[in-house]
């Protein structure tokens, strides 16, 4: 149960990361390496804000230094004509020097400080907190959900989608593709950076090296909850993502819990959760090919 | 309406594959003009339609776009007045976007705040009227994804599509050449329809003599980046495909090399 609760707090946190990666890796059609930088520069920026006396002014910040990290990837793979994956490579690696230069430090220690749900606590103080800890995080990440499907109804969130599905078409059509696509980076990695910055206030510290391989926690997250709730609408899919990061969350504890893995093998498992499913259509097509072989020599 | 002068595109200039695609080219069109456009591969069609989509800038020339000057205008600004369709169905729609979210993305051309709901109900009810237009029963399938219709589906769609919001100028690139003939057929019925009942300055490139010469109103024959022949009136009505080819072995000094050219004469 305890396990069951934790998973739940992270997996919502870690909710709004795996959001912006299935902006990008999905409706984007665009692997965006930038998430490893932008999650540190939200929580870089949050724990700074927070260490100051200001929790809510530190996840507002992380939000917008999140959607500006995003637009600096955007800018180089439309205007300056570099390679998508590239360009997130450059950001992220850029963003290590602002990262550590922000903290003044290798990592931020929030003992003692204000942290954003702390306010709740004083509206209800009779209240479990680590409940209340939970709810105030699932309020976020579902207005913020809901905010991401609402968006992507309106004109221009169809723009966007339309933009990652068939570029030649878009262009024809009279829409700026350069804008939706720094407009959707910079959405996704506001949500990465927000998601960083709600892990740092909740964990209580920032780390210089925490967002290193988050990338492929997002796409963990994304690609498990497909699996589960198949990959039908973008609403389905926004959902799916949120469900898939909160079970992600519950496998690795489930995993750690059983000592077969220590701690340190969680990116490898990562890692190897990710590779195998990507891997499943290919597995598919093998095996369906060597069935019509077998059906084909049988009939011979 | 439509008013290209001197137009020239070098491609590969300075390298041993430097290839002039448009010579010092110059077109007028009138309002509701219907202009074919025929000629052998390589002759400068496509190039002379994405000049004039800014797909790329000319070295020299000017556009004209009924009186403003779209000659250094962005892609996606001149799509605004220009209606443009390919030869490849996957090109013009978005496979995974339901055919409601397609018409609502080239109707958008017409919408001035990004954030209003895609999905209006009047909106709907319009596309619904628009798709039965087409009699494919596309009307009843609005939900479904693009990439489940048919390639004739889904040329008839982007055709409502370039059309949704009535272009300054249409221009299709042999839109139905990857059809079967029954489906091309009734694609260009829809066409003709669409274009006569708006009014629609249109230019269509065919690599069929008979569908160049009986549909629109004049049809220029291009060759090495030039217009070697134009067409309109009295004499195209009484042309015939002989002398026609006859008369671009004249102009363009060679023999027309294209084997759906000749072959394509039954019509």
Known sequence: MEIAASALLLGLQYALLALGVYITFRVLNIPDLTVDGSFTLGAAVSAVLSVAGHPFLGLLAAILCGAAAGSVTGFLQTKAGIHPILAGILTMSGLYTVNITIMDAPNVSLIGKPRFYEAVYALLPNADKDVLKTVCVAVICAGITAALILFFKTVFGLCIRATGNNEDMVRASSINTNAAKITALSIANALVALSGGLIAQTGGFADVNAGSGMIVVGLASVIIGEVIFGRRSLTLGLLSAVVGSVLYRLIIALALETNIFSANALKLLSAVIVGITLCVPAVRKAIAEQKIRKGARKNA | ?267
Request: aromatic letters at 4%.
């Open chain 2, 1 to 267: 309406m439509l008013n290209v002068k001197n137009l020239s595109k070098t491609f590969l200039k300075g390298t041993p594959n430097e290839h002039t695609a448009l010579q010092n080219l110059s077109l007028h069109l009138e309002k509701g003009d219907f202009v074919t456009v025929i000629g052998s591969n390589g002759a400068g069609k496509s190039t002379l339609f994405n000049a004039i989509a800014g797909s790329f800038l000319c070295e020299a020339g000017s556009i004209v776009l009924d009186g403003a000057d779209i000659t250094y205008k962005k892609e996606h600004q001149r799509a605004k007045q220009i209606g443009r369709i390919f030869q490849d169905p996957m090109k013009g729609t978005a496979p995974d976007l339901t055919v409601e979210e397609n018409l609502a993305l080239a109707y958008a051309k017409s919408m001035r705040n990004p954030f209003t709901s895609a999905r209006r109900r009047k909106d709907v009810d319009f596309y619904r009227a628009q798709l039965a237009r087409l009699d494919m029963g596309l009307e009843e399938r609005m939900r479904t994804k693009m990439g489940q219709l048919s390639g004739g589906q889904r040329q008839a769609v982007t055709l409502l599509m370039s059309t949704i919001v009535t272009p300054k100028l249409l221009l299709l690139d042999e839109h139905t050449a990857a059809l079967d003939p029954v489906t091309a057929q009734k694609v260009l019925e829809i066409t003709k329809d669409i274009v006569s009942e708006n009014q629609i300055t249109t230019m269509m490139i065919t690599h069929n003599i008979g569908q160049a010469l009986h549909t629109g109103n004049r049809t220029i024959m291009l060759a090495n980046g030039r217009i070697v022949l134009d067409l309109q009136g009295t004499e195209r009505e009484n042309i015939t495909l002989p002398e026609l080819l006859e008369m671009y072995k004249e102009k363009a000094g060679k023999v027309l090399d294209n084997d759906r050219m000749l072959l394509s004469d039954a019509e």
